[in-house]
């Protein structure tokens, strides 16, 4: 008897472990989102737009810690090492999540294995931007500028492996412009330098530029993408434009690898529940983003995604030649 008693016990405390008890509570604290690049800047505008929406459905405050540097590597690998309770997630993003492994050798986390993934949270086009007093009407005039100049003249990207260094190799190798390349923690720094005249252009997520763009602070030529933005709508595509240049990034949201599956479903569906609510949709648009959809959503959504994009990725990255560490 006191056996079966010892295994009934056993029995329970196997099953609480399974169900995890901790999960039907979860959360009981505040959650940290690191996110991998500084203050302002893309990937923290939208961490905090859905992370405020998350919070009211936790019914706890997601708090946002920057880590920037090493293009968002640094953070991501926090996140990685990070206890897998629930209480530490992020979001990354196209750079950290697909182009940082074959940009830095001594990567120390597995974008594709090495976290519990979440979900996919936006995609966004780039977008083509120079500061304000560039003396180029339109796209064309600006690559014949950049043809003529760009040795002379500062690209800012978020460092390297990030998407808008990523995105900038690619459009600069494409049409062979050799730019200085000027590296920060993040979009959110360069784009203020951008506005600042300190340097000339940048490809970067039409999120960040946008609100600069209707401010008049910063010209855009074009968003790489088939068609034209709403909230831009004198700003043409690249397609319309004539130039063979699209590249849309995207924001992930992933927790680190053991992190409960229980833990991991209600992220899931708060994430889930702040993409489908008006207020953030509405947002979503003026910004150019768009929220995933159907099969999309969720983590069997993100993994897909995330393989996919390595493998897209990478004979890129190395057809150009180009090593980080
Ligand atoms: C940021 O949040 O600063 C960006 O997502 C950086 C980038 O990858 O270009």
């Known amino acids: 008897m006191p056996f079966m008693c010892r295994r009934t016990i056993f029995g329970l405390l196997a099953l609480a472990v399974l169900t995890g008890p901790a999960a039907a509570q979860y959360p009981t604290k505040q959650i940290i989102v690191i996110v991998p690049f500084a203050a302002g800047g893309p990937t923290d505008v939208v961490t905090r737009l859905v992370g405020e929406h998350m919070s009211r459905t936790l019914g706890q405050t997601l708090v946002v810690e920057n880590i920037g540097g090493a293009g968002g590597t640094l953070g991501m690998t926090r996140t990685a090492q990070a206890n897998p309770d629930g209480y530490t997630i992020a979001v990354g993003n196209m750079g950290t999540q697909s182009a940082a492994p074959s940009l830095y050798r001594n990567l120390k986390y597995d974008p594709a294995r090495g976290f519990a993934q979440i979900g996919i949270v936006n995609y966004t086009p780039q977008a083509i931007v120079a500061r304000k007093d560039t003396p180029a009407k339109d796209l064309k005039e600006f690559l014949a500028y950049l043809k003529t100049n760009s040795a002379k003249l500062s690209y800012g990207h978020a460092g390297v492996g990030s998407i808008s260094h990523v995105s900038g190799l690619l459009f600069n190798s494409q049409f062979g412009f050799k730019p200085t390349l000027i590296p920060y923690k993040g979009t959110g720094p360069a784009l203020r330098d951008l506005v600042a005249g300190q340097i000339d252009y940048m ?103 995330v393989d996919s994009e390595i493998a897209r990725i990478t004979p890129v990255i190395k057809a150009a030649g180009v090593i980080a560490d």
């Open 203 to 305: 490809v970067d997520q039409s999120l960040n530029v946008i609100p600069q763009v209707q401010a008049g602070t910063v010209t855009a030529y074009a968003v790489a993408a088939p068609a034209r933005l709403d909230s831009m709508p004198n700003v043409p595509s690249t397609k319309e434009a004539g130039i063979d240049f699209i590249f849309s990034a995207w924001n992930a949201m992933v927790a680190p690898k053991g992190t409960p599956p229980d833990i991991v479903a209600r992220l899931v569906e708060a994430l889930n529940k702040a993409l489908d609510d008006p207020t953030v949709r509405k947002r979503f648009a003026e910004l150019g983003s768009t929220a995933p959809q159907g099969a999309d959503r969720g983590p069997a959504g993100l993994q897909k995604l």
